[in-house]
């Protein structure tokens, strides 16, 4: 399985960014689909996460109400709408895929839960 993350630039704090994860090889449409974050000199960090149909979405505290995850499967794509950025959410975006596709809230968000990560895609939000 192969992701691959876009969408990612630099934008003024308030505003916003679509990440997309396309995925190629696989049963995608099978998959738990995650977005993580890399900040300098920081570990990376679980940002949501979205069940393999779309039923159930999984959001990181500091995210919660501004950024949105989904998934159209027929596209093998997940995305990342993210509105009302920070300079905080300034890092590198990762997309990642959980062969099992259901969304446990007790092990999401954790890095070894995932089989196949993305490339990574930069978001750089100026103050």
């Known amino acids: 399985v192969q992701l691959q993350a876009s969408g990612g630039g630099l934008v003024q704090a308030g505003g916003s960014l679509r990440l997309s994860c396309a995925a190629s090889?696989?049963?995608?449409?099978?998959?738990?689909m995650g977005w993580f974050r890399q900040a300098p000199g920081k570990e990376r960090e679980f940002v949501a996460a979205i069940s393999w149909n779309g039923g159930n979405t999984y959001y990181a505290d500091s995210v919660k109400g501004h950024f949105t995850i989904s998934r159209d499967n027929a596209k093998n794509t997940v995305y990342l709408q993210m509105n009302s950025l920070k300079p905080e959410d300034t890092a590198v975006y990762y997309c990642a895929a959980d062969r099992y596709g259901i969304l446990d809230t007790k092990v999401v968000a954790e890095l070894d839960e995932y089989d196949y990560w993305g490339q990574g895609t930069q978001v750089t939000v100026s103050s």
């Open positions: 090889g696989g049963t995608f449409s099978s998959y738990l």
